[in-house]
């Protein structure tokens, strides 16, 4: 994760107070700081300082000053109040992980959602993914030094370098300021300067979320979205390779139509959770079903040689179960599941694709047919168009059915609610930018979360301890106590839940 903070530059420059009237006052006068930066370079940090961005960032600071001593006290109160929040709930989860109590139910779910949804697709990460994690881990960590800098320049105080940094894996950036001259100030002032990088990856996380929301509107007259879902990609490894290829429109799947990727996984879920619970049936012919096979006996269960699946008869508009399927051989034949696509739908495991009247749709040359549900496995048809000819006539796609493991299968294909209007399979666009979109809140909302903790080196840690000097009833030594005992317990409860949530990611 990359990481934003504050260095203050200790003893090399004694600061005093110039201007006044409607100027802001200046701590230090405007120069060109030497460009003889010494760079640091060892087998487990390096990094890069500059001095390029010095004075155009002091110009704007001390000409916006106003607005931005504005903005950032907006920040400071916001960063504050983040601080206590986090904070909380890092004791809250903290005393979950020790069983002291069960937690609060929507903080929980809330946690959980957040780490397996996140890591859900982990080992599916690629080259792509990859990137989209560096140029948004880039752009977060610029945002959040840039409003340490602005803060700072709006307060007359003019910045020693900018650096990036790689410390072990984790990249990096900072601001260098002078300590001297960040004791000369009001403590409200040095609030300011210390929240604005929390403040500016929250503002970061509302633009991409806003954003993300608008996205469809914006692109409109290029892309259409959420009508259905287009195929963007079949890793070899996924059930559906070889069935579905790239440009494919996914239209219903289990006869619920499908427009967007939520959808998509909800329904999925869904049908998981439903799997024992309903019954699918088919009208098949029963000259087809004389025409079957028998089921073997292994074990006291059916098993059907070959690709044949297992069907049993079924009342239209009755609802059985697992147990119910283990009549007699009679009752139960093999028969190919591709072989009862197009059929009549009867059962009540369809929703509202089949209306369930009393009277059943199977004529009676017909039996309802459902697919005997065995453990872990789910019966899933897809129905999808081809998209190159999906204005023709001939016939483009089809259904297919899946019989299976649903949420590996929802899982193993990339899919995007746009669709081109004018060329077929140009997607590229909107995908990337909402990829990107997505990516830079993640990367900016948790940046924003690790420094709103007290924990070493952290901008936490500046926070705490210039917000304990404004409390004047506590004494150096107290305020000193106080301080490491929040940063010393912060930094190890951080750890231990960092280690948790890796241990319960790498599990899951």
Request: hydrophobic content about 40%; some cysteine; proline content about 4%.
């Amino acid at each position: 994760m990359a990481e934003g903070n504050i260095q203050v530059q200790r003893g090399r420059r004694t600061g005093r107070r110039t201007g006044g009237g409607t100027t802001p006052r200046t701590l230090l006068p405007l120069r060109r700081v030497s460009s003889h930066l010494s760079n640091s370079i060892s087998c487990w940090y390096c990094d890069f300082k500059s001095s390029v961005f010095n004075e155009p960032l002091f110009q704007f600071g001390r000409k916006y000053f106003r607005w931005l001593r504005i903005w950032f006290s907006i920040g400071m109160g916001f960063s504050l109040t983040t601080l206590i929040g986090v904070t909380l709930i890092i004791l809250l989860e903290s005393a979950r992980a020790l069983n002291l109590y069960n937690g609060i139910p929507w903080l929980n779910n809330i946690l959980n959602g957040s780490i397996f949804g996140s890591y859900s697709s982990l080992y599916n990460i690629t080259v792509a993914d990859i990137g989209y994690m560096c140029i948004s881990s880039i752009i977060s960590v610029s945002i959040h030094e840039l409003g340490h800098a602005l803060s700072a320049t709006s307060e007359g105080i003019q910045i020693e370098y900018t650096a990036v940094f790689l410390a072990v894996l984790f990249p990096g950036a900072l601001v260098a300021f002078n300590d001297d001259l960040l004791q000369m100030i009001p403590r409200v002032a040095t609030l300011r300067i210390y929240c604005a990088g929390i403040w500016h990856n929250a503002a970061l996380c509302l633009v991409c979320a806003l954003t993300l929301f608008l996205l469809p509107f914006i692109v409109y007259p290029l892309y259409s979205h959420g009508e259905s879902l287009m195929v963007l990609d079949v890793s070899r490894k996924s059930p559906l390779y070889g069935h579905l290829s790239p440009g494919d429109i996914i239209t219903m799947l289990d006869g619920a139509h499908v427009h967007t990727t939520k959808e998509w996984m909800d329904i999925s879920y869904f049908l998981e959770k439903q799997k024992s619970q309903t019954n699918k049936g088919y009208c098949v012919p029963n000259l087809e079903i004389a025409g079957s096979k028998n089921p073997e006996i292994m074990d006291n269960k059916f098993i059907c040689p070959n690709d044949l699946t297992l069907f049993t008869t079924i009342s239209c508009n009755s609802r059985t179960n697992e147990t119910d399927h283990q009549q007699t051989k009679e009752h139960i034949y093999c028969f190919p599941a591709k072989g009862v696509l197009g059929e009549k739908k009867c059962g009540d495991g369809w929703g509202n694709l089949v209306k369930d009247d009393g009277n059943c749709l199977c004529t009676d040359d017909e039996s309802c047919s459902s697919p005997i549900h065995m453990t872990g496995v789910t019966w899933v048809e897809i129905t999808f168009s081809r998209h190159e000819c999906e204005n023709k006539e001939n016939k483009c796609g089809g259904s297919f059915v899946f019989v299976g493991d649903i949420i590996s299968m929802a899982r193993s294909i990339r899919v995007t609610n746009y669709q081109s209007r004018w060329f077929y399979g140009v997607v590229c666009v909107p995908v990337v930018v909402e990829k990107l979109l997505v990516n830079i809140f993640h990367v900016s909302l948790m940046l924003a979360l690790l420094n709103s903790l007290p924990v070493y080196y952290l901008d936490g840690e500046s926070i705490l301890e210039v917000a304990l000097c404004c409390f004047s009833s506590l004494t150096p030594r107290i305020r000193e106590l106080v301080v490491r005992s929040c940063l010393v317990g912060g930094t190890l409860i951080c750890c231990l839940l960092i280690s948790r949530i890796l241990f319960l990611v790498i599990s899951y």
